[in-house]
Every structure is written in C-alpha cells, then in structure tokens.
C-alpha cells in the first residue's frame, strides 16, 4: 500500500479522507482486511518467527556447517558417496532437532505475548472495537483517550483537551496540546498541532484521528530505520555472546593449527579438512541459540503458569538477577481500591459544600481514568442537572492540578464558577484566601492550620487532597492562568489500607534477595504510614525537594540507605533508578501510569500489570496478570529457575564436550591414523546433544535460586580450564589403555574412544548440573532418561548392524570393562574437583 499524502497536516480532513478512501465512519471490516492482507501487518519490533521454512533454513547459518557440508559434497565426488552421505544425514537430522524445539519454543512465546497484545480502539462500519495496534491500516479512525499509544501517523479529526508526550519522537519534554486545524505544509514536526504521530501517547483528553501512515512509513518508523533502533543490550545478551566469542576464538585457532599439522604430517588433505571442520562442529556451541531459546521459552511458559507474561525473552536473565525492586505504593503494597473517607472543611468539620465541589469537578473531568476521581463519584450521587460543563484545563505531572469551569446554572451575567482540585501543595500555591468558619480570611491566617490537619491526616496513613473554587464571570474558556486569587475550601481525605499479607511478600523478597524500594507521589507521611506497614526495616525516606537540591554524586551515596522515595515527580523517577544502577545494582521498576514509561525504559527490567495504561505495558519487559508483589515473588523465583538451567547447558559445553574434542585434536598430532573419523566425530556430538535439549525441564537446586546471580565470564573461564583438564587426563589415560594395554586395532580404538567419549560426556552431565553431590541432587525425569537412554544406544552401536557403515566394530567385554571403569573413576574425580573447585570458587 502506498503511503499517505506527503503533507497531511496541510490538508482539511475532507480531503484527507477522500484520499485516503474513507470516511469519519471508519472503514467497513471487509476493507480493513483486504488492505491489511495487500500491505501487510506494520511493526517496526520483529516478531517471533515460526514459519516453518525460515526457522528450519536458519538452522544451517552458521559458516562451519555450511563450509561442511561443502566438504562433504567434494567428498561425495572425489571419494565416494557413502561418507559423504552419512555426513550430511547426520547434519540434517541434528537441524531438524533443532527446528523442532525452536519452533515449539517460538509458537509457546507467541501465544504468551498474545495475552498481553497492546490494542487499539477504532471505528468498524460506525461501530467502535478493539483491534490489534499492529493490525491498524491507513483509512482507520483512531478513537483516543489518556494513556493509549498512537500505533500511526493521524490527522485529527476532533479533540477535546488533548495532550500528547511527545518527547520519544521530538525530545519536547512537556505534554503538547493538539487541536483540529489546517498547517502551512512547511510546518516543522514539533509543530504539527493538529497531527498526531506513531510512538507517542496521549497524556489526557481524548480525540478522534484518522491513520495516515503505519510502520516503516511513519516518522517514527523512519528513524527507526535510518538508526537500525533495537532495544539495548541485556547482561544476558552480553555474556552469551561473550562466552560465544570465547569458544570461537579457541575453536578457529585449534581447527586451523590441527588442519595444518596434519597436511605437514601427509596424511589425506580431505580426510584433514573433513576432520578439522567435524571438530570444529564439536568445539563450537552451534546448539547454544536452541538451548536458550528453549530454556527461556519454557521459563517464560512456566511463568506465564504464575500469571507472569514476558514479552522480551532475554529480560528473564535480568529479572531473576535483579537485587532492587522500585515499585508505587498504590496497589502493590495497598489494596489499590481508593476511598473517599471524608470532605472536610478548613476546621476538619465534614462538609456538604467541599464534597459537591469536588464532585462537579471529577464528574465532569475528561482526561484519564484515574481512581481518585471515581472514589469521589462513587461516594454520593448528585443531582447536577443545573449545572454545565464549559470548559476544562486537565491534570499535568508538573501542577498536580485539576480544573473545571462550569456554568451554575443561573443567568449569564451572574458568571462562571472554576473548581480545582489536585495536590494539597499545589493548590495552596494558587489561593489567596480561604473559607473558614463561615467566612472568608486571608490564605495566610490559616494556613499552619491547614498544615497541622495534613500532617495528623498523612500519620494516620490517609492522602489529602485540596480543592479551591473562584467565581470567574462569563467566561467559556479557561487556562493555566485562571488557577489564581483562589479560595481554599477544604480537603478530601483518601484511604488505600495496606493489603493484608504484604508486609510477609517484602520478607519474602529479601529473603530473595531483593530489597523493595517505594517511589511515590504522595505525600512523605503517607509513605511513611505504608512503609512501617509493610514492615521495612529502618523505611529511611528522601523526598522530590531534597532530590532535587542533591548532586548525582550525593544521591548515588545515598540512595542505597533509603527504602521510599515520597513526593517525587515523574521526571526524578528515571534519575533514582541511574543512580542505583550506578551503585552496580540490577534494578527493577512495577509502575502501570502515563508517567511511569521512562522509567520502565530505565530500568534493567520493566515490570508492568495487564491492566496498565498502553504506554507502560509497550515499554514493559514484563507484564503481570495480577498487581500483586506475591506473583511477582513467584516470578523471579521461575526466573532464576530458567538462568540456571541456560548455565548448566554452558557449564556442559565447556567440560566433558570440551575436553573430548581438545583431546581429540591432540591425539591426532601423535596417531599414525585419525583417532576419529568425521562421521564418527558428528555422531559423537549429535548423540550428546540430546541430554542437553531437555535441560530446560531439570530441577533446579534451593541455593542457585535464594540470591541473585549474573552471568560471570571469569567463573565460566574458570569452570571451563578445571573440568576441561579433567576431562583431558581421563582421555588420554583412555588412548593409553587402548594403545598400550589392550592393544586395540584402529576400528578398535576409533570404537572404545566413541563409547567412553559419549558415555563421560552423557554422565558427567549429572555431575555438574549442580554443585551438590550427585545422589543429593535429584535431576529432572527427561534428563535422567535421555542420559540413561543415551549411554545405553552408544553401548549397543558397535553390535547394530549399521556399526559397519560408521566404521565401529565389535567390542570384547574386557574392553567394555576397562572403559566402563575409566568412565567410573573420570565420575568420581569430577565430583571430587567440583567439591573443591566450589569451595574455592565462589558463585
């Protein structure tokens, strides 16, 4: 589908809709369908592919297996097919256990991320419906309100004190206003005022919009595009990596040295080549994308089993390593259900008067749904038939403020009334006089009044707010400029009781490790009521204004010794959560609001709740079915479950695997033959393959789950140098007692050296699974019965029929015997290194 008119924003909305093949009616499903089948589904975000064909050709990218099967095709030509052959089956069925469990993985994430789609409200034939953000076509009407993201570049058609953060596309730091209009086509982006764009949301009021442009098309897409945008780096993502670029660089230089100490030794240069490229396919951890894939997928499954979503897979590392949680008060610590308590007058007496002005002010508010405004509505009904809403100047993050203008019903000359309701503070700051016992007196004479009920209102654990009125005249429109000269008339006093059981789930964290951090707007004696509730240990707490006068340096000092942060503004939240980070914490931040994006953005891993406005569960790397602490205890604990098992499969590939094919490598140099042929070597790894695909499904240990880990190179390193070594010495001792002992024959020795290198890689898997002794650590029922199964197919090959066609051969039991025993000592040897290898190493 071509894109829309190039200059939308100068076009009237009739025209644009007539360009577009629509109407303020919205398009008919059928049409929406058919341009959504001929242009596609726009996102900019790759999706989880599980396309068979793809995913199935993605498994034979890697440059060693394609060099490979290259090989085996010279081979199929200059020496016969049969090799050739058995090589490239082996090959193709280890690619289709890889296709297999990745596309299983694939379509179980694409499922999960389902639950959590964002979605969009549009106009279908007249009738409004939600439809997948990334299902929306040019010629959709768009219907907003506060809190949804924009998913295209829109034309507004009609809005109603709307305001869009626009500061992802153009930096602007503050809301912009938007209107219905015509522009000059010259007009500069951060301009466009009547014209709303993809990866923006919308702040308050609301508005409908017709869809100009989606995906690559927009303004957002195309930088996007020009920056190849993708989302940073997790520490997970880092160390697999690293640990990739690690066995590579020992890989290429052993292959390329064995190759080359093979040809100088003249023996065959295709036999050479064929060997080193099947070692190569031994030492590289071509199996390590499936294995993660895998692991995450089925951690993010067994999460999703703890109403836990994970939208982004490499986040799960994050989350179970994460040692600090910031999260608001409301709803994770509190029951999250507001109540209208009281409306009180400037004396602390109940009153009629303050409940009716707020209630005109939050029945006739427009901007986003919010509990405060529908505790007041829910609290008493009024009749408010005399009274018309004129105009409305919405709540912001900066004035913490609230107004309405409306018509009292009288004559025009008799005037307008505005009602502010918002943060005490901040309407204090706008009036100048209060009514008080019946009067009205100067703000100043009652304002340590005023602060003395705040203060015995915020010990008890309630949040106050203040609500001002001004008769303004017959005006029709109001701004920021009317909230002044305001009388004081009282409070409305709120409660949200601490949920029973929260104070035992902040235990629960810590003894997770994770210490919980409060961030929150209200006021610092209402937090303070929250945190002894909850029970945190010595709640020291900071608030905005002493943030806003520290230096970086003061608070990255400081800000690990403070459990809630109170009367902190949107913009400061981004800025605690730097300085922990700094502080070399894993940080991270529950927050479901408009103002909560950047820092979830922040944050090492964004945690949001289904029921979250659009913008925070977009930036979310995690999304919760239910806003409670106890799911997310639950979550983490599955989180560490799944990094565990990633690192078993990495503590595997740098030991037994490791070791074999280091020891391979080596015999070759002193062997008057290849101590393995290719098809043998690639039947080797594709046979301990196995055991390691079911890694996901093992237990895992109490200990690797009671504390945060990260990933740690050095440890791996470590890991890697101790049980390869090992691994090493009971196979040359292998090839000695072969050689030397039993004096077997080439198939004889090619055989032996398969069973005991299949057979020690398989076992010795139960050994450094866990740092535990063996038989006081149980493993996962898969696993235990693929090993198993698996040293018991490698101990029958040599007697199978196809024994021939791999050129193994017949085994005595004595041989059987002398490996069987090797293989014994190699386990007790292992287990006696890894007692003191984890005593010395820590973890």
């Known amino acids: 589908m071509s894109p829309g008119p190039s200059a939308f924003w100068s076009l009237p909305a009739e025209a644009l809709l007539q360009g577009l093949h629509t109407t303020a009616k ?6 929406a369908r058919r341009r959504l089948a001929q242009g596609g589904a726009f996102r900019l975000k790759a999706g989880t592919n599980t396309q068979a064909w793809p995913l199935l050709l993605a498994q034979f990218q890697s440059p060693i297996i394609l060099i490979l099967v290259f090989a085996a095709g010279l081979s199929f030509f200059l020496s016969g097919p049969a090799d050739a052959l058995i090589i490239l089956t082996i090959i193709f069925v280890s690619a289709l256990l890889g296709f297999w469990q990745e596309r299983g993985a694939a379509e179980a994430v694409r499922k999960l991320l389902a639950i959590v789609q964002i979605k969009a409200e549009v106009l279908r034939g007249e009738r409004s419906c939600e439809i997948p953000a990334e299902a929306i076509v040019p010629g959709d009407i768009l219907v907003l309100s506060a809190g949804g993201s924009i998913p295209g570049d829109c034309l507004i058609l009609e809005s109603r004190d709307l305001f869009v953060d626009e500061a992802a596309l153009t930096g602007e730091t503050y809301p912009v206003e938007k209107s219905v209009g015509v522009l000059a086509a010259e007009t500069p982006l951060a301009q466009r005022t009547n014209s709303l764009f993809m990866g923006t949301h919308v702040v308050s009021g609301s508005a409908t919009a017709a869809v100009v442009r989606t995906g690559t098309e927009t303004e957002f897409g195309k930088v996007s595009q020009r920056l190849k945008l993708r989302p940073p780096e997790t520490e997970f993502e880092r160390g697999v990596r690293r640990f990739g670029y690690l066995l590579l660089e020992v890989t290429l230089v052993l ?15 295709l036999d050479s080549f064929l060997f080193s490229l099947a070692l190569a396919v031994g030492l590289t951890p071509q199996l390590l994308p499936a294995i993660i894939s895998i692991n995450l997928a089925h951690g993010a499954k067994q999460m999703a089993g703890q109403k836990v979503i994970v939208k982004r897979l490499a986040s799960i590392e994050n989350f179970g390593s994460m040692d600090v949680l910031c999260a608001d008060k409301t709803g994770t610590l509190t029951e999250g259900i507001v109540r209208l308590q009281a409306a009180l007058d400037v004396a602390g007496a109940a009153s009629e008067r303050v409940l009716f002005q707020a209630a005109l002010n939050a029945s006739f508010e427009t901007g986003f749904t919010n509990p405060i405004d529908e505790a007041i509505r829910a609290h008493r009904a009024f009749n408010l038939a005399g009274y018309r809403k004129l105009d409305e100047e919405p709540y912001d993050f900066v004035r ?13 000359q008799a005037g307008h009334r505005l009602i502010t309701k918002g943060a005490l503070p901040n309407v204090l700051e706008v009036c100048t006089t209060a009514e008080a016992d019946g009067t009205l007196v100067a703000m100043d004479s009652v304002r340590e009044r005023i602060q003395q009920q705040l203060e015995r209102f915020g010990r008890e654990g309630f949040r106050t707010l203040g609500i001002a009125c001004r008769d303004v005249g017959p005006i029709t429109r109001i701004g920021k400029d009317h909230e002044a000269d305001m009388t004081f008339v009282g409070f409305l006093v709120f409660s949200d009781p601490p949920k029973a059981g929260a104070a035992a789930t902040v235990q629960s964290l810590k003894r997770l490790g994770v210490s919980l951090k409060i961030i929150t707007g209200d006021n610092r004696l209402v937090a303070a009521h929250v945190g002894q509730g909850v029970e945190l240990v010595d709640h020291r707490l900071l608030t905005g204004g002493e943030l806003r006068s520290m230096s970086d340096e003061a608070l990255s000092k400081r800000v690990n010794e403070v459990d809630v942060f ?7 939240k981004e800025r605690i959560i730097r300085s922990l980070q700094q502080s070399g914490h894993v940080v991270g931040y529950l927050g479901d609001g408009i103002n909560d994006a950047s820092a979830l953005h922040a944050a090492d891993v964004g945690i949001s709740v289904d029921r979250a406005v659009d913008v925070a569960k977009e930036a979310a790397d995690i999304v919760l079915l239910e806003k409670d ?29 490791f070791g074999n094919m280091f020891s391979m490598a080596g015999a070759s140099l002193f062997l008057s033959f290849l101590p393995l042929l290719p098809k043998q070597i690639l039947l080797t790894n594709f046979l301990t393959d196995i055991p390691e695909m079911t890694i996901a499904t093992d237990r895992v240990d109490d200990e690797l789950i009671d504390r945060p880990r990260r990933w740690d190179i050095a440890f791996i390193r470590k890991f890697m140098l101790t049980f390869g070594l090992i691994s090493s010495v009971f196979d040359y001792l292998t090839f000695g007692v072969l050689l030397l002992g039993l004096r077997a024959t080439t198939a004889q020795f090619r055989t032996g050296w398969f069973l005991e290198s299949v057979v020690s890689a398989s076992v010795i898997v139960l050994v450094i699974r866990s740092r535990r002794p063996l038989f006081q650590s149980k493993p996962g029922t898969y696993l235990l019965l693929a090993t198993v199964g698996i040293a018991a197919l490698t101990v029958l090959v040599p007697a199978l029929p196809i024994s021939g066609v791999f050129g193994f051969a017949p085994l005595p039991l004595s041989f059987l015997l002398v490996l069987g025993g090797i293989v014994l000592v190699y386990v007790l040897a292992a287990e006696a ?6 005593k010395r190493v820590s973890f």
């Open 255 to 269: 292959v390329i040295a064995i190759f080359a100490i093979n040809v100088y030794l003249a023996r065959p240069v």
């Open 400 to 412: 913490k403020r609230l107004s309405i203008l409306v018509a009292t019903g009288g004559p025009p």
């Open 629 to 657: 602490l106890g799911v997310l205890v639950q979550g983490v604990r599955e989180g560490r479950r799944t990094f565990a098992n990633t690192l078993k499969y990495v503590f595997m590939a740098t030991s037994a695997n």
């Open 833 to 838: 290194a890894k007692k003191v290898f984890y």
């Open 566 to 572: 109170a009367e902190i503004e949107p913009n400061q």
């Open 26 to 31: 919205g398009l008919t499903g059928e049409e």
